[in-house]
């Protein structure tokens, strides 16, 4: 399996804000997220299953 990039751009419609996201899909379990424009954030997402 190979690992995914995701990008995306984000406008709102009522305001000026536009931000730049960018997911990579580091295992099928594991993604990593960024977001930039009025603020910056980088967030780890990880999937279990019972």
């Known amino acids: 399996m190979t690992p995914h990039l995701y990008l995306q751009f984000v406008s709102g419609l009522r305001s000026s804000i536009n931000r ?3 997911r990579y899909d580091v295992t099928p379990r594991l993604q990593v997220q960024t977001e930039t424009g009025d603020q910056q954030a ?3 997402f990880y999937t ?3």
Request: proline share 0%; glycine share 0%.
């Open 20 to 22: 730049l996201r960018l």
């Open 42 to 44: 980088a967030d780890l």
């Open 48 to 50: 279990f299953e019972r």
